[in-house]
């Protein structure tokens, strides 16, 4: 039976495990982000949106084997860590539940909690709001889309569970009515793949992650939904209309001024250059080898919490046992 004193030790174990691996994946992510451009946004939005809240899989796995190891697995590095005095085990009584183990296991399950229902809470609020003063801003929904009274440049999907559309009349009275439509087909894409809500938890979830790794993550993810929606719109208005009118916005953002709101997706937002590289000249032939390199990396990084999962069971726990002493 699973104490108490187990489970707050797999609980700092845990900690320990989505440490560690937040801090591999800041040492290789890095080197892997470029050839990653290298495969087509839709497999790389799968992987960065997997990649993402991996230490904290990492650690949430990694806590359930240590409160519910049989410790006999074949390849423990600890020679079959239990608790009874036998020869073949690196054997300890089992840890008391302390105060001091009280406090740093259901404390630091209780701050995670807290942290994520925070987060979750604040970007839902911002998003929101987002959507409450665009909606204000309105002056008519012509279609698919919410004509915005400003002069400023401005087309975004706005929401998380039901996205609206809103351009700026500033937009379309600079813009042909064909690029005015190619504009309305990609930010009608993402709100049909719900994008905005798919970075909010990509944005929670990905805590363990260094703070510039998570800011790589969120910016590649962000180019590959925009990629993903530029083909969209290219598939109904053509890849060389769709390029054109991405940098007609580009322009006119840079000459007149545009807006920005947390949690909304923009028509000229992410890498305007990568993203019209890939309409007129797609180079994606790393698809294959980066799905086999990703599997093969999911396998390595089981078996490391299965050959891992002992020893920091037994040292964290023995760590405890001689405080108590």
């Known amino acids: 039976m699973i104490g108490w004193a187990d489970i707050w030790i797999a609980v700092l174990s845990g900690c320990g495990i989505a440490i560690a691996a937040g801090l591999v994946l800041g040492l290789v992510g890095p080197f892997s982000m470029r050839p990653l451009r290298k495969v087509s946004p839709w497999v790389r939005s799968v992987i960065l949106v997997l990649s993402a809240p991996a230490p904290l899989i990492a650690g949430i796995l990694g806590a359930k084997l240590v409160a519910w190891s049989p410790h006999a697995l074949p390849f423990d590095l600890v020679s079959h860590h239990c608790h009874a005095d036998l020869a073949i085990c690196s054997s300890h009584a089992r840890a008391e539940n302390s105060v001091l183990l009280i406090a740093l296991g259901a404390g630091t399950l209780g701050a995670l909690i807290v942290w994520i229902a925070l987060s979750l809470f604040d970007l839902v609020s911002q998003s929101t709001q987002s959507q409450r003063l665009l909606g204000a801003a309105c002056s008519s929904r012509n279609g698919r889309a919410s004509r915005l009274v400003t002069d400023r440049i401005v087309a975004v999907s706005a929401g998380l569970l039901r996205p609206r559309i809103f351009i700026s009349e500033g937009l379309v009275k600079r813009l042909d009515r064909s690029d005015v439509e190619v504009v309305i087909a990609h930010e009608a894409a993402h709100g049909q793949r719900r994008d905005s809500l798919i970075r909010l938890l990509v944005s929670v979830f990905s805590l363990g992650h260094l703070p510039h ?68 000249a797609p180079e994606f032939g790393m698809t294959r080898p980066a799905v086999i390199m990703f599997s093969c990396l999911l396998l390595i990084g089981a078996l490391a919490l299965l050959v891992a999962a002992e020893p920091v069971h037994h040292e964290i726990e023995s760590l405890f046992i001689s405080l108590q002493n």
């Not at 807006?259 to 590289?277: M, N, Q």
């Open 213 to 280: 790794m998570k800011t790589r993550l969120l910016a590649e993810l962000e180019l590959a939904q925009e990629q993903i929606c530029d083909r969209a719109a290219a598939k109904a208005f053509g890849a060389v209309p769709t390029a054109e009118t991405l940098l007609k916005v580009e322009r006119l953002k840079h000459s007149l001024g545009g807006e920005s709101l947390p949690l909304c997706t923009a028509f000229d937002h992410s890498d305007i250059e990568a993203r019209t590289r890939a309409l007129v």
